[in-house]
């Protein structure tokens, strides 16, 4: 049999903050799950399904923040100096059950393809150490020296550069 086609769509934060908190604040309060960005109202989360199962399977959410720092090689010289070209992702998540399945790179590909049609040279993220491989298998490459993020662990910022571009049918779910 073959598995079922994994759908991305933009949702409002409410969709994916079970999942984002089983994930990533397990065993702490509904509260803990919330980010300030997520009044940002550039801000955009990214969700994942299989077929038209309703429950979410993987989740992100993406905003216009400057790189920590000075921009890494090649972006340093014209054109992708901006600040404002810079979008930053956090609570990448997918469900323990559903991992390997490619919801990860799906919630990244579809979160890419937006950033890029809102004008982003530039995604970057805090993300953590045990998921370097992941990042790297996406196009990402680590800046910098680790970092520990108290109660969460050792962490790396993780870059990559991307093609802003004009908007077209169908990005949010497309390829970068
Ligand atoms: C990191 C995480 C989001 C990856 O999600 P996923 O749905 O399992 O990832 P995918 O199935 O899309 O994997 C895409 C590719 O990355 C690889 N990959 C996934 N996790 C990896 C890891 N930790 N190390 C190395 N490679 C990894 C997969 O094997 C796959 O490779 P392929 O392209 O050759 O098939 C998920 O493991 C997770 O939620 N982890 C716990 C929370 C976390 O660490 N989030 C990131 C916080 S910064």
Known sequence: MTAPAIRTAPVPVLEIL???REVLRPGLPRQA??????GDPAAFHIASYEGDAPEVLGCGTFFPEPFPGPLPEPLSGPPADSAATAYRFRGMASAPAARGRGHGAAVLRAG???????GAAL??????????GFYERQGFRAHGEEFVIEGVGPHLV??????????????VAGRP
Request: hydrophobic letters at 35%.
């Open 33 to 38: 799950a919330v980010f300030p960005e997520d």
């Open 18 to 20: 079970g999942l984002r």
């Open 112 to 118: 890419t393809a937006e950033a890029a049609a809102r």
């Open 123 to 132: 995604l970057w993220c805090n993300g953590r150490t045990p998921a370097r």
């Open 158 to 171: 993780f870059f990559r550069e991307v093609r802003p571009r004009t908007r077209r049918t169908g990005d």
